[in-house]
């Protein structure tokens, strides 16, 4: 099983619809991520957590909402969708005891909205 | 002003060759860490190698390895005895200050290697 897990891997909807990527990880880090890509722009981070009660807006949070519901647990809101929120969503995590830092990604969830 | 920059949109390389993928960077924190991600075409992420700004030696792991120049603020990965398998995109990313800050990412470059 995979360590981060993200779901659904893949979801079309339309211009309006609220819609929630989730994503668990099972690596037991308290450190959370969501990014997009977008072709020809790399990935850009949205929101980070560093625990339960830390969230944290990243580059480019307009438009979306997060919810840390535990460690394990990082959930990513498009509360209204918009055609240009299509893209492809990871989640990822790292652990405070890593002085590196290294993020571990999860498979990516491709998110188009018609 | 980019933090990471990736110059190389494609590279071609032919199998069992080395090939080198350019990556510059732009911080003025002394304390950093740079990242190499590779991205196949199923699409997940894959961390590769990592160079602290501290580090005294390059990274290596495997046939990965990280020609780091501080001076010239590059991180460039040598990928030596190309294989089918090393066609992805590859994507650099830095982390500046302490761990506690998050990972800023190039647009990547697309490698493909031919046979």
Known sequence: DADVTQTPRNRITKTGKRIMLECSQTKGHDRMYWYRQDPGLGLRLIYYSFDV??????????????????????SLSL???????TALYFCATSDFGDAKNIQYFGAGTRLSVL | AQKITQTQPGMFVQEKEAVTLDC????????????????????????????????????????????????????????????????????????E????TPLVFGKGTRLSVIA
């Open chain 1, 53 to 74: 009660k830390d969230i944290n807006k990243g580059e480019i949070s307009d438009g979306y909402s997060v919810s840390r519901q535990a460690q394990a647990k990082f």
């Open chain 2, 24 to 95: 510059t960077y732009d911080t003025s924190d002394p304390s950093y860490g740079l990242f190499w991600y590779k991205q196949p075409s199923s699409g997940e992420m894959i961390f590769l190698i990592y160079q602290g700004s501290y580090d005294q030696q390059n990274a290596t792991e495997g046939r990965y390895s990280l020609n780091f120049q501080k001076a010239r603020k590059s991180a460039n990965l040598v990928i030596s005895a190309s294989q089918l398998g090393d066609s992805a995109m590859y994507f650099c990313a830095m982390r």
């Open chain 2, 97 to 100: 200050g302490t761990r506690n």
């Open chain 1, 79 to 85: 509360e209204s969708a918009i055609p240009n929120q």
